[in-house]
């Protein structure tokens, strides 16, 4: 009876600090890390939610850039640190849904070993050619493609990446016969562009608006189901007749395996109030990205969704990573 008494009571002490650390998250600064390059979307989104809510919990989250192996690197760091809160991935498409099927291995589950915490953004691709081209419409482009098949080439952002599936998916359901060229990252795609090196581009949006409203670039199609207000008179690509190219990315925040649920909460509260203030809304608009704030329940049933959609493209294009 006394062992019993003192195990309980063991139990019952260990228990307190672990509330008491819960009640008090954050103490201390939170690292977000990204898996890719300073300057894209996703690390220009990561900064600004970090910086809204930093003010919301009260506590700084740096955000740590930790590109490589098609965000797997940022990815396993994030799996295997503590669930402790003070650790969390900024992720997108590529991270979980694309990754899941392209690689023939990783190092952690792309489910099980994350707690959903949110969704933060979505934001289209932006099909787009030289200002020269002579297409000024998607259906111009792709009359001009199946006019000399294997002519033309197209660039992406790398084998595998979101932007070579939507690409591939649009060639797929237009029927056309085109060269993939990879390159690596957004910039040098639409370097590649603007010279006239590849015929059209899908590209995320940041370098792509940019050089369109310079007018260099002519932007044919979005791929989200909706238009952007950044570029309100550039029809989807269901309205530009390819509605099977149709292509969503999202950005959100995950953490560790086994995180309590009280810090999930926390932290989602934060995200969810951050992406809603007038800042942000400015920030996104100029990138073409629209806020979210959604439960965790809602961020694993989008991921779930995704995996599924993507591995059936990832199958049927045949890319591949070791």
């Known amino acids: 009876m006394l062992r019993r008494s003192f195990l309980l009571s063991c139990l019952l002490a260990a228990a307190v600090p672990a509330a008491h650390a819960q009640s008090d998250y954050p103490a201390r600064p939170i690292r977000m890390i990204v898996g890719f390059p300073p300057g894209g979307i996703s690390d220009v989104l990561a900064r600004a939610v970090a910086a809204e809510a930093s003010g919301v919990l009260g506590q700084n989250i740096v955000v ?50 994350f707690t959903p915490i949110s969704l933060v953004s979505y934001s289209p691709l932006m099909l787009v050619v030289n200002a020269n081209s002579p297409a000024h419409t998607l259906g111009e482009l792709i009359a001009r493609l199946k006019a000399s098949p294997g002519k033309y080439s197209y660039g992406s952002s790398g084998n595998g990446t979101i932007i070579h599936l939507a690409s591939e ?3 797929r359901a237009a029927g056309v016969n085109v060269i993939h060229v990879p390159y690596k990252g957004s910039a040098p795609l639409v370097q590649a562009t603007l010279s006239g090196e590849i015929e059209f581009a899908f590209s995320s949006m940041p370098p792509a608006i940019t050089q369109v409203q310079a007018g260099k670039l002519r932007a044919l199609a979005v791929s989200t189901p909706k238009r952007i207000a950044v570029a309100s008179d550039v029809p989807t690509i269901a309205e530009a007749g390819v509605p099977a190219a149709e292509v969503t990315l999202y950005n959100g925040v995950l953490g560790p395996k086994g995180m309590p649920p009280a810090v999930v909460q926390k932290l989602n509260d934060a995200f969810s109030k951050a992406v809603q203030g007038d800042k942000i809304k400015a920030i996104y608009q100029s990138l073409g990205a629209v806020p979210m704030a959604v439960t965790p329940e809602q961020v694993a049933a989008q991921i779930n969704e995704d995996l599924v959609r993507y591995a059936k493209v990832v199958k049927e294009v045949g890319a591949q990573v070791d």
């Open 64 to 113: 740590e850039n930790r590109p490589g192996a098609g965000t797997t690197i940022a990815a396993d760091l994030v799996a295997r640190a503590a669930p402790d809160g003070y650790t969390v991935l900024f992720q997108d498409t590529t991270t979980h849904a694309i990754n899941a099927s392209l690689y023939k291995k990783l190092p952690f589950d792309s489910v099980r070993d």
């Open 169 to 171: 998916m649009m060639d």
